[in-house]
């Protein structure tokens, strides 16, 4: 799931694979901004047949937040 993620976050924010990683935040990416973001949850979303409550996608500050949700929630499908 980790490489599926870290591909989505790729493509979403217009960065190679391997500038990502699990420790990746967005401190780390001038390209992650408000409007990719939205690009990116909306990918998600897409990708994994799943949906971001307001509270989660503010939450959403770097990779291992984002893993937390996205487990959670396939976990209760």
């Known amino acids: 799931?980790?490489?599926?993620?870290?591909?989505?976050?790729?493509?979403s924010l217009n960065v190679n694979i391997s500038d990502l990683s699990n420790q990746t935040s967005k401190k780390d990416l001038a390209q992650w901004d408000s409007m990719t973001h939205?690009?990116?949850?909306?990918?998600?979303?897409?990708?994994?047949n799943i949906?971001?409550?307001?509270d989660e996608i503010i939450s959403i500050i770097d990779f291992n937040s984002l893993m937390k949700i996205i487990i959670n929630k396939l976990e209760k499908m």
Do not use: G, P, W
């Open 38 to 48: 939205l690009n990116l949850i909306v990918d998600i979303e897409t990708e994994l």
């Open 1 to 11: 799931m980790e490489n599926k993620v870290l591909q989505i976050m790729s493509k």
């Open 51 to 54: 949906t971001f409550d307001n």
